[in-house]
């Protein structure tokens, strides 16, 4: 690009100015934010802070313009993003909270869900039975009252209200089962599930199916009939 050079109306007529001169104040015009064209730095600069921020920076590296985060928007060194979000959630997912308040994506409710209280603290995939306080416990073979009645695919603390899926259905995030093969109500572990051949049962324990594995992550809920060990 050619070099342009301050000029003046001088007694020959119009003369480049020498770098002794100088130019009044006055006749500089006030530079404003409306003004500025080469916006490569100044119109940057201009931009200014924010407060409660994280920053994005501008590829020459200077100058930062902030972004407010609220509510469910956060961010880390790969962005912004939401509270418990996943790179792959998955299908028929949904964004929201558990039963614990925990922000993330989780599976839609199957039919028959329902909102209950839980009497204790239920992990996610928890088989779980009614107690006489009509709160939400985890099923155990080891009592005929505690028969497992459905599930709940996410977990919900003590005393607080979550989704119970009381109706065959899905229940995902297992790992290491064996695809095909029939499981029961544990009596070793509350809420859990065994296959048959590492269940010990004693007197007055149940034996109950509840589902039959998809592959090695899934369990197809059904909650069958109980037989009383004598």
């Known amino acids: 690009m050619a070099e342009v050079k301050p000029l003046k109306a001088g007694a020959t007529g119009i003369e480049q100015i020498p770098a002794t001169d100088t130019i009044p104040v006055a006749n500089v015009p006030t530079l404003t934010s409306a003004k500025i064209s080469d916006f490569d730095e100044a119109a940057q600069d201009a931009v200014g802070a924010m407060a409660d921020t994280d920053t994005l920076v501008y590829t020459d590296g200077t100058p930062e313009l902030a972004v407010r985060l609220q509510m469910s928007i956060t961010a880390d060194a790969s962005g912004l993003k939401l509270s418990g979000d996943e790179a792959s959630p998955g299908n028929s997912e949904y964004y929201g909270t558990d039963g614990s308040g925990t922000k993330g ?27 006489a306080a009509g709160t939400v416990m985890k099923a155990d073979a080891n009592a005929e009252a505690k028969a497992a009645v459905g599930f709940v695919q996410s977990a919900i603390s003590n005393g607080a209200s979550g989704t119970v899926i009381f109706n065959d259905g899905k229940i995902t995030g297992f790992t ?4 095909n093969a029939r499981y029961f109500l544990s009596n070793t572990s509350p809420g859990g599930i065994s296959l048959y051949g590492g269940l010990t049962y004693g007197a007055a324990d149940i034996q109950q199916q509840v589902g039959v594995a998809e592959g090695t992550t899934i369990l197809r809920f059904a909650a069958g009939p109980t037989i009383l060990i004598a």
Request: proline residues 3%; hydrophobic residues 45%.
């Open 105 to 131: 994506f989780f599976a839609l409710p199957s039919s028959g869900a329902e909102t209950y209280t839980a009497g204790e603290a239920l992990a996610a995939r928890d088989l779980v039975y009614i107690s």
């Open 176 to 179: 290491g089962l064996t695809n």
